[in-house]
């Protein structure tokens, strides 16, 4: 079956441009999350929704970063105001139940942002 | 303190070796997942295995598998018979089970390279 998708795969903006990242999970999978990563690192979450219920945002990085799933299916990430330290890789994943420890989580192929 | 710690930051092999990627982690739950994932240059992160903190035998899928020493806090990835496709970064990360903890934590990673 299909797995993640992620659209746009590159995004270039100009400082103070307005971004939105596109993700569609794998269908039927409840918990989508987020993540963020800079280049030679490991990802790091952003946010997590559970159905169309935005559970945890904690790891958002300023108010600047919105994310929303509103059917429970695909989500947006926006990001307002874009700066330079934006540039990165923006990870999608998808997990089929509620998330427990056990819940392994499905990427996408990302979405390269980069901020001129 | 970081929760996960990957101390190679890139390890050579040669082809049809075994190759050890080391990862250490920190938590004080009882429950938690420890997943392996790997991320090729074309930057998706594909699911390789997993361990729960609970399951008493070491996890395996195919060419990889887990050597979990839980006292210890060590869950290292072993790939036997390595392939020219091997070649990628390799991602720890880890799922504690507390409430509100849904996301993944993940290390800095280590880049294998193949030899042929």
């Known amino acids: 079956g299909a797995g993640v998708s992620q659209s746009p795969r590159y995004k270039v903006a100009k400082r103070g441009q307005d971004v939105a990242l596109r993700c569609d999970p794998i269908?039927?999978?409840?918990?989508l999350f987020w993540y963020q990563q800079a280049l030679g690192q490991g990802p790091e979450f952003l946010t997590y929704?559970?159905?169309?219920?935005?559970?945890?945002k904690s790891g958002l990085p300023s108010d600047r970063f919105f994310a929303e799933r509103p059917e429970g299916s695909v989500s947006t990430l926006k990001i307002q105001r874009t700066q330079k330290e934006d540039s990165a890789v923006y990870l999608c994943?998808?997990?089929?139940?509620?998330?427990?420890?056990?819940?392994?989580?499905?990427f996408g192929p990302g979405t390269r942002l980069t901020v001129l | 303190a970081q929760k996960i710690t990957q101390t190679q930051p890139g390890m050579f092999v040669q082809e049809k070796e075994a190759v050890t990627l080391d990862c250490t982690y920190d938590?004080?739950?009882?429950?938690?997942?420890l997943f392996w994932y790997k991320q090729p240059s074309s930057g998706e992160m594909i699911f390789l295995i997993y361990?729960?903190?609970?399951?008493?035998q070491n996890a395996t899928e195919g060419r990889y598998s887990l050597n979990f020493q839980k006292a210890r806090k060590s869950a290292n990835l072993v790939i036997s018979a390595s392939q020219l496709g091997d070649s990628a970064m390799y991602f720890c990360?880890?799922?504690?089970?507390?409430?509100?903890?849904?996301?993944?934590?993940f290390g800095k990673g280590t880049k294998l390279s193949v030899i042929p």
């Open positions: 990360a880890m799922r504690e089970a507390g409430a509100g903890s849904y996301q993944l934590t």
């Open positions: 938590t004080s739950d009882q429950s938690y997942g």
């Open positions: 269908s039927g999978h409840v918990s």
């Open positions: 361990q729960g903190s609970y399951d008493e």
């Open positions: 929704f559970q159905n169309e219920a935005q559970l945890d």
């Open positions: 994943a998808s997990s089929p139940t509620w998330g427990g420890s056990t819940d392994t989580q499905y």
